[in-house]
């Protein structure tokens, strides 16, 4: 069983930042991609970046110059530091990991059980 633990969400004023973390347990052999979406009340769900083994990253057009995904290989966590955030921001943000488990290396599209992001004067 593989596990994904987020932390990090809360309320925040227009402007301000806020730090997510999404730390991986189980039988992990590898992770491959791990990344952040998001889901506003009344819309899909979105890719908002994702990160790959290598540190290679991309993020949605909304949000780039802004947050910044980053990874801990060693700690099988991964990181978004969200600034200048804004009300358009608000959403449930859903960590991801690409992940490999056990002794036969199964796949798993494994996913955390989302954190509140409410931006709000």
């Known amino acids: 069983q593989v596990d994904l633990v987020e932390s990090g969400g809360g309320l925040v004023r227009p402007g301000g930042s806020l730090r997510l973390s999404c730390a991986a347990s189980?039988?992990?052999?590898?992770?491959?991609?791990m990344g952040w979406y998001r889901q506003a009340p009344g819309k899909q769900r979105e890719l908002v970046a994702i990160?790959?083994?290598?540190?290679?990253?991309r993020y949605v057009d909304s949000v780039k110059g802004r947050f910044t995904i980053s990874r801990d290989n060693a700690k099988k966590t991964v990181y978004l530091q969200m600034n200048s955030l804004q009300p358009e921001d608000t959403a449930v943000y859903y960590c991801?990991?690409?992940?490999?488990?056990?002794?036969?290396?199964?796949?798993?599209?494994?996913w955390g059980q989302g954190t509140q992001v409410t931006v709000s004067a």
């Open positions: 991801y990991a690409d992940v490999r488990y056990g002794a036969k290396w199964f796949a798993l599209d494994a």
């Open positions: 189980g039988d992990i052999a590898i992770i491959n991609d």
């Open positions: 990160i790959n083994k290598d540190d290679r990253t």
